[in-house]
């Protein structure tokens, strides 16, 4: 698995959004659907924060790392 989020979109998922989206399901009340999938998001935001890798960039081949250098 090749790392393909920067540290600065690690940090705001992981420090801003995942939580706000864990407040924004509790608002709206913690047992509905829409509440339910708000704390999903947040898990995967949650899990794939310290590793550097986001599966849904992968299956798009996006990265917010920038141009990468090939290394052999």
Do not use: K
């Amino acid at each position: 698995m090749r790392r393909n989020m920067n540290t600065l979109d690690r940090r705001v998922r992981g420090l801003l959004v995942a939580p706000a989206a864990i407040v924004v399901g509790i608002l709206i009340g913690p047992g509905s659907a829409g509440a339910i999938v708000l704390y999903a998001l947040a898990a995967i935001m949650l899990a794939t924060s310290p590793i550097g890798f986001c599966p849904l960039y992968a299956l798009f081949q996006w990265s917010s790392r920038g141009r990468q250098s090939l290394t052999h």
